[in-house]
């Protein structure tokens, strides 16, 4: 499977503790991207990357919020002292920015859910 | 004022009918529009984009974009059980903003 694939699927914690999301993009495609969804809502934007480069972070992303993709493969999102209202799904996408081309053709995983107690 | 607006839901159509999904945009410098699907735990998939004024056309779906009246359609003909879904209207070029989507549902 070369789909976009995102670990774990599911993360329970209690309010306070870190937490580490991962996302492996599909191989060829230089750009990767982190949304965030919760019920009844369209997917909001968090942060953006171009290779290893963040060229973008949404003003939703507060400081607990880092994200990193070392090498241009994969990435982490981690949340530090998480909130219950930091409770949604995360969502990883990733695009092929370099055919110039339907360079909105976003290709999401399947998600990472995190319940904040 | 939010960037991307759909028409609330849920929209019940019958099977064969056709299901019309509004959506409308505030950046009027917005150059690529698109219609995700998202299933009910699933994440969204492309199913069209547009990029000029006009219909675009693919099977049972058309897409309409007004730029000038800064508006995007999505029809879907002859729907389908399998049409049932929360349909996405993003904006953008490779950064893109969601509405809150549409939920339709098809009655067989």
């Known amino acids: 499977d070369t789909g976009v694939s995102q670990d774990p699927r599911h993360k329970i914690t209690k309010r306070g503790q870190n937490v580490t999301f991962r996302c492996d993009p599909i191989?060829?495609?230089?750009?990767l991207y982190w949304y965030r969804q919760t019920l009844g809502q369209g997917p909001e934007f968090l942060t953006y990357?171009?290779?290893?480069?963040?060229?973008?972070k949404s003003r939703l992303l507060s400081d607990r919020f880092s994200a990193e993709r070392p090498k241009g493969s994969f990435s982490t999102l981690e949340i530090q002292r998480t909130e219950q209202g930091d409770s949604a799904m995360y969502l990883c996408?990733?695009?092929?920015?370099?055919?110039?081309?339907?360079?909105?053709?976003?290709?999401f995983g399947e998600g990472s859910r995190l319940t904040v107690l | 004022q939010k960037e991307v607006e759909q028409n609330s839901g849920p929209l019940s159509v019958p099977e064969g009918a056709i299901a019309s999904l509004n959506c409308t945009y505030s950046d009027r410098g917005s150059q690529s529009f698109f219609w995700y699907r998202q299933y009910s735990g699933k994440s969204p998939e492309l199913i069209m984009f547009i990029y000029s004024n006009g219909d675009k056309e693919d099977g049972r779906f058309t897409a309409q974009l007004n730029k000038a009246s800064q508006y995007v359609s999505l029809l879907i003909r002859d729907s389908q059980p399998s049409d049932s879904a929360t349909y996405l209207c993003?904006?953008?070029?490779?950064?893109?903003?969601f509405g809150a989507g549409t939920t339709v549902t098809v009655r067989a």
């Open positions: 990357f171009q290779n290893e480069a963040q060229l973008e």
């Open positions: 996408a990733s695009s092929d920015g370099t055919s110039g081309r339907n360079t909105g053709e976003l290709f």
């Open positions: 191989s060829e495609h230089n750009r």
């Open positions: 993003a904006v953008g070029d490779y950064k893109l903003s």
